[in-house]
């Protein structure tokens, strides 16, 4: 089983929903540099950064719009000169996404924006740039709890929540079927999870650590609804009954204000 999260500029690509396809990230350690090039540009604040630019934005404005289509997400805590320019250029931005058929989205309380295909109002279907990638069953898992440690953390009065690895592959672990007898397989792909997550920047830190940070654009990024009912779908797909009363249910709705 599988979930749609992950988009990326991929102008050669159509979209796809292919079970079990690998979501194509960034490079390990190709995290967005947040202007350490800005000495290089003679004039950030100039709007002809090169012979024939005909642009019309600054250079801050293009760098964070270059993030923006490159990442999966930017955050104030990961890009914190980029957010900042997104929220004094908000406008702009938003209104060169749509000119991409993009739609930007925006958590103002966790300090996190990401972009989203936009929807015609007549259905009809807009050209994309964005490449649709599955993540697997050990990666939604790992995704479910990550969201589950993140609103206990939280809940708890944590500025930031952290978590360890085994922790991780432990609770994929608990939703081996009891007539699955690769062990040694099993554990590899949870570890390779663990690994993809830290790559799309929702875990903070190196793959080979034994502790990250829970990114706060887990909770935002995440369709909350298909999470519930893939977590259920697995339980009932690995024997065991989903109470009627899930004490983890409270985790998967949204906060009361």
Do not use: C
């Amino acid at each position: 089983m599988t979930v749609d999260l992950d988009e990326s500029v991929e102008p050669d690509h159509e979209p796809g929903h292919e079970p079990g396809h690998e979501p194509d990230h960034e490079p390990e350690g190709a995290v967005d540099n947040d202007f350490d090039d800005l000495d290089v540009v003679a004039d950030e604040h100039s709007v002809s950064l090169f012979e024939g630019d005909e642009g019309g934005l600054e250079y801050a404005q293009r760098h964070t719009l270059v993030t923006l289509l490159k990442q999966r997400f930017i955050s104030a805590r990961t890009h914190p000169r980029d957010w900042q320019t997104l929220v004094d250029h908000e406008r702009v931005l938003r209104s060169r996404l749509n000119d991409l058929f993009l739609d930007l989205q925006i958590d103002p309380l966790r300090e996190v924006a990401w972009k989203r295909q936009a929807t015609s109002e007549t259905a009809s279907r807009f050209p994309t740039l964005l490449h649709d990638t599955a993540w697997s069953r050990e990666e939604t898992l790992v995704l479910v709890h990550l969201r589950d440690r993140l609103r206990a953390g939280l809940a708890s009065g944590d500025a930031r929540v952290y978590i360890d690895r085994e922790d991780i592959v432990e609770y994929v672990a608990s939703f081996r079927p009891a007539h699955a007898t690769d062990e040694a397989g099993d554990e590899k792909r949870a570890r390779n999870a663990v690994v993809s997550i830290v790559k799309a920047g929702l875990l903070i830190g190196s793959s080979g650590d034994d502790r990250y940070e829970i990114s706060e654009a887990v909770e935002p990024l995440l369709p909350l609804e298909l999470l519930q009912e893939l977590l259920e779908a697995l339980q009932r797909a690995n024997g065991t009954e989903v109470p009627d009363a899930d004490p983890e249910a409270d985790l998967f709705e949204e906060d009361a204000e």
